[in-house]
């Protein structure tokens, strides 16, 4: 059984993880949302891709969500002292691969190339891959400020100004890499991973031919919010300010189009006539992921619910 | 007494920081080559000016004679790790300094300005001032390769080809800034630091109009050559590969049109008719500088010698 994971930041590399440990290399990829990426100090920085190699190669800081594991900080200090912006956290080691990877983009490789290439160094068997090769940025279009770019509002601001919405610039240019096509043709299922559905999530799904692969495979999604709350990012603070109830029915409403199996927390859907209506398979279970154990016992999880709509689909 | 003194790497460093400890603040500056920036990972690379400013704030890397103390490599080695190109040695803090750097030239600064302000970061109270705001590329040619650009030589080829000559790339689009021309037109002498005649005097000669202050004010030189040796470098090495023997005399030749006063080990200079013939005084002293105390020392000499030529100079 091949399984392709769409995924953003910390929670979506957390079941990547999990899935990259319950399944053979060859038939586990990931691709990752890359609406983060951003140019900072001159070096081309995607984010998200970074956690899912990082969390994957088993090097990521779990205190911070961000960088590496044991990183130090001499060279973002020193800009510091020198006055130049220090609002983006880069560790040295992290910085290293930021230099590598803006160099290679400048002779002409690609995001795809240089990911694979990566994750290679680091000993990871799975293709990491972005969800495309042309430049997306995720616009969060603000009350106070207008629109922002999406780390001037994640970090510099905190993610304290109201969104309004959002707008993934570039989008009507990008499509799925040649890499990720033969990913999406040869897997039996897709994993929305527990990333949040604004920022992480939907650029993916914007992508260029990315949503007729999620009607065409079997979908089943992870919710990222658990009794109305995030384990970590806005998420929840965005569907609040955009006028809807944060909570796995609105993370399943958002995915409802394509989405054949969903797992929640314990009690966080209530009727469960929802199955009738759309024919999705609802399954509560433990979704918090406090370490490996519980990375691999959701990775598990999702792969048996993977099998049961399979096996459900063979059947019909 | 106002001096400013003209150097390049490692000895030019040390005499400049000597004459720093002699003299008060405002009344030292230094002027330093540039013909050996370049860009490397996307970043813009000052060497000579790094080891200028790393030395007058005591932070250098004496084992080395390029970086900062205490430096470690955290970067560089995740760059290799990744299959990047790591031939050019650069540590953490030093990599916050650059990345800085090509932040502000690529925001419009120029590197006058950001010198001034790097030094003052730095709690260093003369000027430090580039040789120019202009692009200029020392190339040396070479019997094997044809021309190297200067670092591909110098760090890449260990000074290995055998030189055949030099070009200062864009030497002709070069000049003065307005902070050099205020420092030159307001100072007594000009001193010339041992520093390499081929690669980090000469650029700095060439400049557009700096030989005029030269013809105008005392100058007194410091001999890079000791014994038919360097201290560090391949200075000796390219005056032999040029068919000229490595020697004070060289040098002083090198520099006779516009030289007052020379500064030679004991011993390296013959027949001391040379005085009567160029009206150069030469004086014998130590001119390795092992330790503080010698830097400190040759300042003292250096500016001793520069004061008996401003008052023979007044009797004339």
Known sequence: MKIVALAGGVGGAKLAHGLSMVLPANDFSVIVNTGDDFSHLGLFIS???????????NIENPATGWGRNGDQFLA???????????????GDMD?????ERTRRLSEGQSLTEICLSFTNAFGIKNKI?????????TIVNTLEYGELAFQEYFVHRRCDPTVVGFRYDGIERSGLSQQSIEELENCDAIVICPSNPWV???PILAVKHMREYLRK???????PIL????????????YQELGINPSAMAVLMDYKDFLNG???????LGPNDLEDQWSIMIQETDVLMRDLQDRKRLGMVTLELVETLLERNMVE
Chains 1, 2 share one sequence.
């Open 47 to 57: 984010p998200d891709i970074d956690t899912v190699m990082y969390t994957l190669a």
């Open 76 to 90: 973002l200090r020193m800009v510091a002292k020198l006055g130049g912006p220090d609002w983006f956290n880069l």
């Open 95 to 99: 910085l290293g691969l930021h230099l």
């Open 129 to 137: 891959l972005p969800m495309c090769d042309q430049k997306v940025s």
């Open 200 to 202: 992480s999530i939907r």
């Open 217 to 223: 495979k079997i979908v089943v999604g992870v919710s």
């Open 227 to 238: 009794h109305g709350k995030t384990v970590k990012g806005p998420a929840a603070k965005m």
């Open 262 to 268: 969903f797992l929640v927390d314990h009690g966080d």
